[in-house]
């Protein structure tokens, strides 16, 4: 498969109409896609990369690590097989960005998923996961109050698999090792779950589609 792009921050090239944001980072070919709120939610303001410079941060790094899907972890961490962003890109002035904030970023984050082509869409948090619910799963479904039953277990998406991931910042006991064994089981499963295609044409390359 050809690379999308080598560049690790803000691969697309992203300038919303905001004084401070915090663009996409890591592979841009990779596997896996994980999708958090907005910077003030889950950090980078002050270091500019999605998931750094706060403890839930870190804590959700650290598990990232052990899952495989970072090589290492700090405010630039390396990463494995893993492409980080948030459904708003943007800084907020306030706690969270309003409604019309959300709506107007969010063909940022669709840009990304859909030249991503990730396999795995891993929302973090109650908003990233209704988003990506209503918009990459076959079917919608309120998770107010499901999002602990969602934690780290597998929903069948429109061409994705989903692994809802639990806010860091509310972690019990147990939540980050549930996520390292759950994505840890599915590396060593077809997870890509594709078809090559390449025997039906002229030539040795395959073509694989999923």
């Not at 804590?59 to 390396?78: F, I, M, V």
């Not at 209503?134 to 499901?146: H, M, P, S």
């Amino acid at each position: 498969m050809q690379n999308v792009t080598d560049r690790v921050s803000n691969p697309f090239g992203f300038r919303p109409d905001c004084e401070r944001f915090v663009p996409g980072y890591g592979d841009a070919n990779a596997d896996f896609h994980v999708v958090g709120d907005h910077p003030k939610a889950h950090g980078g303001v002050d270091t500019g990369v999605p998931f750094t410079g706060t403890a839930a941060a870190e804590r959700l790094q650290d598990t990232l690590l052990r899952a495989g899907l970072l090589k290492t972890t700090g405010d630039r961490p390396t990463v494995a097989d893993a492409y980080l962003s948030y459904l708003h890109l943007c800084v907020p002035e306030g706690d969270e960005p309003t409604a019309a904030a959300y709506a107007d970023a969010e063909r940022f984050l669709d840009t990304e998923v859909r030249a991503i082509t990730a396999h795995v869409l891993l929302p973090v948090g109650q908003r990233a996961t209704q988003y990506v619910l209503d918009n990459y799963t076959a079917r919608a479904r309120t998770v107010d109050e499901e999002l602990d039953g969602l934690h780290a277990t597998e929903v069948r998406g429109a061409g994705w698999l989903v692994f809802p991931v639990r806010d860091p910042r509310e972690w019990a006991d147990g939540d980050g090792d549930a996520l390292v064994d759950a994505l840890t089981r599915l590396r060593q499963t077809d997870y890509r779950r594709e078809s090559d295609l390449g025997r039906f044409l002229p030539g040795d390359d395959p073509y694989r589609v999923r």
